[in-house]
């Protein structure tokens, strides 16, 4: 059984920089990050990463700002958080999914992470 841990959350002002990182006892193919703020659902993924071939892909409210990476000698995967908002305020899930084609929905991973918060504050 994969296991994932996160680490790396915190509280930063606005404008400031975090590094999310998940730590695997294997990584999956691919390995997203997701985000939860409070009283909202979780959104879908904020960042993802083919573990095999390197391909990024990210939304929309991110793009530009954050920056997945992985290191595969340490079975980890990164999420660099700069220019925080306060909209970025959240709890933020590392996920996995051992399918071939690129996830598309929370439904497409099998494997989570029990989350670390972020907190931006103006």
């Known amino acids: 059984q994969v296991q994932l841990v996160e680490s790396g959350g915190g509280s930063v002002e606005v404008g400031g920089s975090l590094r999310l990182s998940c730590a695997a006892s294997?990584?999956?193919?691919?390995m997203g990050w997701f985000r939860q703020a409070p009283g909202k659902e979780r959104e879908e993924d904020v960042a993802?990463?083919?573990?095999?071939?390197?391909?990024?892909y990210y939304a929309d409210s991110v793009n530009g700002r954050f920056t997945i990476s992985q290191d595969n000698d340490k079975n980890t995967v990164y999420l660099q958080m700069n220019n925080l908002k306060p909209e970025d305020t959240a709890m933020y899930y590392c996920a996995g999914s051992a399918g071939v084609l690129r996830p598309l929905a929370r439904a497409d991973y099998n494997v989570w992470g029990q989350g670390t918060q972020v907190t931006v504050s103006s």
């Open positions: 993802v990463i083919s573990t095999r071939i390197g391909s990024t």
């Open positions: 294997k990584l999956s193919r691919w």
